[in-house]
């Protein structure tokens, strides 16, 4: 069974970077899709990134565009959420979760469609 643990949150300014890590044990992704989801205080899970199990299709949350970017090292069975140009309201707890697929291009960023999550990471982004 695959689990995933998130790493790399903590408190930056705005305008500054993180780069938040989604390891994965029990099983190798390679057959597996991954997203990004956040969750900020009142408000729903919201999708903000995935990537295919190939690496090959990533999308984007229309917030996030030209400021994160989704990579995945299977080799190293971790996914990567590199974000820039923080704002304040990218304040929020950063779940990564995964779907099982054999399709390689599938690329899933609704949470209701997951399969099974990690147990997420604080970023808060404040001056």
């Known amino acids: 069974q695959l689990q995933l643990v998130e790493s790399g949150g903590g408190l930056v300014q705005p305008g500054g970077s993180l780069r938040l890590s989604c390891a994965a ?10 997203g990004w989801f956040r969750q900020a205080p009142g408000n729903e899970r919201e999708g903000v990134s995935c990537i295919s199990s190939s690496g090959g299709s990533t999308n ?3 917030s996030v565009k030209g400021r994160f970017t989704i ?3 299977n080799a190293k069975n971790t996914v990567y959420l590199q974000m820039n140009s923080l704002k304040p309201e990218d304040t929020a707890v950063y779940y990564c979760a995964f779907r099982i697929t054999t399709i390689q291009a599938m690329c899933v960023m609704t949470p209701n469609f997951m399969d099974s999550w990690g ?4 970023v808060t982004v404040s001056s």
């Open 25 to 34: 044990s029990g099983a190798t992704l390679d057959y597996y899709a991954i």
């Open 60 to 62: 984007y949350a229309d």
């Open 71 to 73: 990579s995945r090292d």
């Open 119 to 122: 147990q997420g990471t604080q």
